[in-house]
């Protein structure tokens, strides 16, 4: 009896079970894939919330740039970088404001640093530079944002970078007056601070508050600065006044017959003038009213291009799909810092790390007397292990020198003889200085000990108060290059103070330089030696000593 295999159309449990499963892990990756194309969408376009800046941080962007594309990669390197900070953005709407303009200059010094590197790098090949790369560098302006096209827009179009072939000629002709609408020849007197902080005021209408959040400077500074420009902006609306006016033999033999171009040396001269002449003095006030000059930022109404959204978009999609958001470095505020400052805190740490010898040395000695006895004073070099600053500050410490005078060297280390080089590596130095019965007959007020040490390229004087009364003290120096951690103040007797004093590597002169800091009522004067941070030509390699 054969048997043959019957197939049955039921479906088991562990078939349904297994179908379902398929259809379930079909459904979810169909959904992710919705998911994942729905956020490239919304990564690919621009923020909604930044719409109202568009058309001013454009309009600032293009100003510093002169350059339309220049000034469109700029203005989506700054939505990019709101958007990778978006939970640091200010809550308020006017810091807001503030936070993107101060991203809007930090994207356009860095398009500027990048054009000026790219031109320096074609110049040395010997091939001609790109179109962009000059567009953006023509919007160079003394090392300043917003003193670009903007700032040099009556000087005519000699600082305007030349047209794209690849443009339609009616796209580079609207172009041109686009940057012809950013010329103010009211501003030709302004410094480029100047110019940047009136841009801000006047064209974007930010307050002074956001115009210091913007620059990265003191509210008070910001105002100043304003108040300065402004009345350089009224003197030479007052000058054009003139011009216009006409009248004075003097003003047409400046301007000529020709068309007015005005021109920064131009305009210095038809200021003078104007202050000078007293017929045309008149008639400047009679065209400005109010007080002469204006001491308030200027009403004009500036003009504010519309931002090219298309192309922005074009952009914004492209460079979230190629490449990430240069970063710059933020304050604690969480605005971006200037690459200026964070250049020059590189420096300050490189010096930190490289240089800093300091030597303390301790010059007890009347502080009048001192400073004529000791300018004079050789240094001494003696060999051998001789007392540290505390040591020396005992009542026997001059007794070792037999001459009695100005001079007793001294040095911390253990190892003698050691100086300071100029590789920075050389051990710490304290040398007392003492004038014989200095601190004499004083033993019942207040008395002050003073030591002194350092700490890396810190400096640490120690203050000891003795005696039956309380000290006040003060300390001070006469360069520019050291400051305190404190000035002054009161030590009860028993009790000691350590001032710290700092260095400031972006002041101090390059080689070798000596510096004092003074200390009262103790007749102490601390003297600091310390090595500049200028580069220096290496030491001739030591030759190899010789097999023979």
């Known amino acids: 009896m054969s048997s043959s295999p019957e197939t049955t159309t039921r479906t088991t449990g562990a078939h349904r079970t297994h179908h379902a499963a398929r259809e379930t892990r079909e459904a979810r990756e169909e959904r992710e894939g919705r998911d994942r194309a729905a956020a490239r969408t919304l990564a690919h376009r621009m923020p909604t919330r930044y719409e109202p800046y568009l058309d001013g941080l ?19 390197d700054v939505l990019a970088l709101a958007e990778r900070r978006a939970h640091r953005v200010p809550e308020a709407a006017a810091d807001r404001r503030a936070w993107l303009y101060a991203l809007a200059r930090w994207a356009c010094l860095r398009g500027l640093t990048e054009a000026k590197q790219k031109r320096q790098a074609t110049h040395a090949s010997g091939r001609p530079a790109p179109a962009g790369a000059a567009g953006a560098a023509a919007g160079e302006g003394g090392g300043s944002a917003g003193k670009g096209a903007a700032g040099r827009g009556a000087a005519g179009p000699a600082g305007r970078p030349g047209p ?7 796209t580079q002709e609207q172009r041109r007056r686009e940057l012809a609408l950013l010329a103010w020849p009211e501003a030709a007197g302004t410094t480029p601070e100047q110019r940047e902080a009136l841009e801000l005021a006047v064209r974007h209408h930010l307050a002074a508050h956001e115009v210091a959040a913007v620059l990265g400077m003191a509210d008070a500074t910001a105002r100043e600065l304003l108040a300065s420009a402004a009345c350089e902006v009224e003197r030479t609306r007052a000058a054009l006044a003139v011009v216009g006016a006409g009248g004075c033999p003097s003003v047409s033999h400046l301007t000529g017959d020709s068309g007015l171009v005005l021109s920064t040396a131009l305009r210095r001269e038809l200021v003078r003038h104007v202050d000078d002449c007293p017929r045309c003095r008149r008639t400047a006030e009679r065209a400005a009213p109010g007080r002469w000059p204006g001491t308030a930022v200027t009403p004009a109404e500036l003009p504010v291009l519309e931002a090219p959204r298309a192309a922005l978009h074009r952009a914004f999609a492209h460079h979230t799909r190629t490449r990430g958001v240069d970063v710059p470095r933020f304050d604690r505020r969480g605005f971006p810092m200037d690459p200026k400052d964070r250049a020059a805190r590189r420096d300050r740490l490189r010096a930190r790390a490289v240089t800093t010898t300091v030597v303390a040395t301790v010059v007890a000695a009347p502080v009048l007397a001192l400073w004529a ?5 050789p240094t001494a070099e003696g060999e051998g292990r001789s007392p540290s600053a505390r040591e020396a500050q005992g009542p026997d410490a001059l007794a070792e020198d037999p001459s009695g005078g100005y001079e007793n060297a001294g040095n911390a280390s253990l190892k003698p003889g050691s100086r300071v080089g100029r590789n920075g590596k050389a051990d710490v130095s304290v040398e007392v200085v003492s004038v014989t019965g200095t601190g004499a007959g004083r033993q019942g007020a207040g008395h002050l000990d003073v ?29 520019g290059w050291l400051y305190l951690s404190r000035s002054s103040g009161t030590l009860a007797p028993g009790r000691t103070s350590t001032i710290k004093v700092y260095v400031d590597h972006l002041r101090e ?19 600091i030696d310390g090595y500049g941070t200028a580069p220096t030509r290496p030491a001739p390699p030591t030759p190899p000593p010789s097999s023979a």
């Open 58 to 76: 454009f309009t600032y962007c293009l100003s510093v740039l002169c350059d339309h594309d220049a000034a469109t990669a700029a203005l989506r």
């Open 164 to 170: 794209d072939p690849a443009l339609a000629p009616e």
């Open 373 to 377: 006895a000791y300018r004079g004073a």
């Open 451 to 479: 030591t002194a040490a350092h700490d890396g390229d810190t400096t640490l004087i120690t203050l000891a108060a003795s005696g039956a009364a309380p000290v006040r003290w003060s300390a001070s120096t006469t360069v």
């Open 509 to 527: 002169p390059s080689g070798h330089w000596h510096a004092q800091v003074a200390v009262s009522p103790a007749g102490t004067v601390v003297t």
